[in-house]
């Protein structure tokens, strides 16, 4: 049925204030009134957060998320449920992976936005981390067994809403349960951390195999927070040269775990490489770390946000794409 153009304008208009107005009234985490609060990198009960997809999904809007990417570490099994409660909830939502890698003996993390979640070339790729990833688990029980600490593996997999993906954070919590510890970033220090009792090597896959699938499945691959990792400068540079001449895109400049001098430091260094800035908390569970979806503070003006041609480059990005302001 035709409708005269002027009246469907009209409606237009109307939901972009409403729209505005609901806006203006939420809680909005350090972002000008003007731009959208972006968290591209948090975790459910798929990998190691404790919150459902759905809940997750609905605490983001709570604190005032616009565009969420859900990003579970080597699993994309929560996508479907967070995308639906996304549209419930009238936030966007964009399709994400976090990919573990090692790269020069160091354990990284590659996150993948807008990725296409039935790719046969990410799923297998994934299913392989998986299954190295319940090898791991295994093996760290038995170290902590040694030390004197009996049944961590089992205790660890109560944790594990995924058994495909019980990780570290899955043992810290059971050591918590225990007494042994009082919270997560004492457990890792105490125990999980190269030297400590129940740390064990573990070869991930290639930086280049996780962009290769990650762009394989029309994704962008963002340099989690690369302050995190054990690299002097020097290698830090090596670093993003080459995660971008393997076809990365972005870097994570705000992350729950980069300090202000961070920001500033890898909004300089993403500029320096050519990669565009990503922005998210790396929430995992209500309290933890101090870490809330959409928390911290915006982008440094001088990045190009890694959203910043999505409304251009794919029809898949996200509802919200439609409702952006420029940034
Ligand atoms: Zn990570
Ligand atoms: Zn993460």
Same mark, same amino acid.
């Given at each position: 049925?035709?409708?005269?153009?002027?009246?469907?304008?009209?409606?237009?208009?109307?939901?972009?204030?409403?729209?505005?107005?609901?806006?203006?009234?939420?809680?909005?985490?350090?972002?000008?009134?003007?731009?959208?609060?972006?968290?591209?990198?948090?975790?459910?009960?798929?990998?190691?957060?404790?919150?459902?997809?759905?809940?997750?999904?609905?605490?983001?809007?709570?604190?005032?998320?616009?565009?969420?990417?859900?990003?579970?570490?080597?699993?994309?099994?929560?996508?479907?449920?967070?995308?639906?409660?996304?549209?419930?909830?009238?936030?966007?939502? !964009?399709? &994400?992976?976090?990919?573990? +890698? =090692?790269?020069?003996?160091?354990? @990284?993390?590659?996150?993948?936005?807008? #990725?296409? *979640?039935?790719?046969?070339?990410?799923?297998?790729?994934?299913?392989?981390?998986?299954?190295?990833?319940?090898?791991?688990?295994?093996?760290?029980?038995?170290?902590?067994?040694?030390?004197?600490?009996?049944?961590?593996?089992?205790?660890?997999?109560?944790?594990?809403?995924?058994?495909?993906?019980?990780?570290?954070?899955?043992?810290?919590?059971?050591?918590?349960?225990?007494?042994?510890?009082?919270?997560?970033?004492?457990?890792?220090?105490?125990?999980? !951390?190269? &030297?400590?009792?129940?740390? +064990? =090597?573990?070869?991930?896959?290639? @930086?280049?195999?996780?962009?290769?699938? #990650?762009? *394989?499945?029309?994704?962008?691959?963002?340099?989690?927070?690369?302050?995190?990792?054990?690299?002097?400068?020097?290698?830090?540079?090596?670093?993003?040269?080459?995660?971008?001449?393997?076809?990365?895109?972005?870097?994570?400049?705000?992350?729950?775990?980069?300090?202000?001098?961070?920001?500033?430091?890898?909004?300089?260094?993403?500029?320096?490489?050519?990669?565009?800035?990503?922005?998210?908390?790396?929430?995992?569970?209500?309290?933890?770390?101090?870490?809330?979806? &959409?928390?911290?503070?915006?982008?440094?003006?001088?990045?190009?946000?890694?959203?910043?041609?999505?409304?251009?480059?794919? *029809?898949?990005?996200?509802?919200?794409?439609?409702?952006?302001?420029?940034?």
């Amino acid at each position: 049925m035709l409708r005269p153009a002027g009246l469907e304008n009209g409606y237009f208009a109307m939901i972009c204030l409403a729209y505005q107005i609901i806006r203006w009234t939420r809680p909005r985490a350090g972002i000008g009134l003007n731009r959208l609060n972006y968290d591209l990198h948090c975790h459910s009960s798929i990998s190691d957060g404790v919150l459902s997809p759905a809940l997750l999904v609905q605490r983001a809007a709570e604190k005032g998320v616009d565009v969420l990417a859900l990003t579970d570490h080597d699993d994309v099994g929560g996508l479907g449920e967070a995308a639906q409660a996304a549209a419930a909830v009238g936030i966007g939502f !964009v399709n &994400g992976v976090e990919i573990s +890698v =090692t790269w020069s003996g160091v354990t @990284l993390h590659v996150v993948g936005l807008n #990725i296409d *979640a039935g790719n046969a070339m990410l799923q297998a790729g994934l299913a392989d981390i998986q299954l190295g990833r319940r090898e791991r688990a295994e093996r760290i029980g038995l170290e902590l067994g040694k030390h004197g600490i009996p049944g961590a593996f089992d205790g660890a997999l109560r944790h594990a809403a995924n058994p495909r993906m019980i990780g570290r954070t899955h043992f810290a919590r059971f050591l918590i349960e225990q007494g042994v510890c009082k919270d997560v970033r004492s457990v890792f220090k105490k125990y999980l !951390v190269r &030297g400590r009792p129940g740390y +064990v =090597t573990h070869e991930w896959t290639a @930086l280049e195999n996780a962009v290769a699938w #990650i762009r *394989a499945a029309g994704g962008q691959a963002v340099l989690a927070h690369p302050g995190r990792y054990d690299l002097k400068g020097k290698a830090t540079r090596r670093l993003l040269g080459e995660f971008r001449e393997l076809g990365g895109e972005g870097v994570e400049v705000v992350t729950g775990s980069h300090t202000p001098d961070q920001h500033a430091l890898f909004a300089e260094l993403a500029n320096l490489y050519g990669l565009t800035a990503s922005r998210g908390s790396d929430f995992h569970a209500p309290g933890e770390y101090g870490r809330e979806l &959409g928390g911290g503070p915006e982008l440094p003006v001088k990045c190009t946000p890694i959203w910043h041609n999505w409304r251009l480059t794919s *029809a898949r990005r996200t509802r919200a794409a439609s409702k952006t302001v420029p940034n």
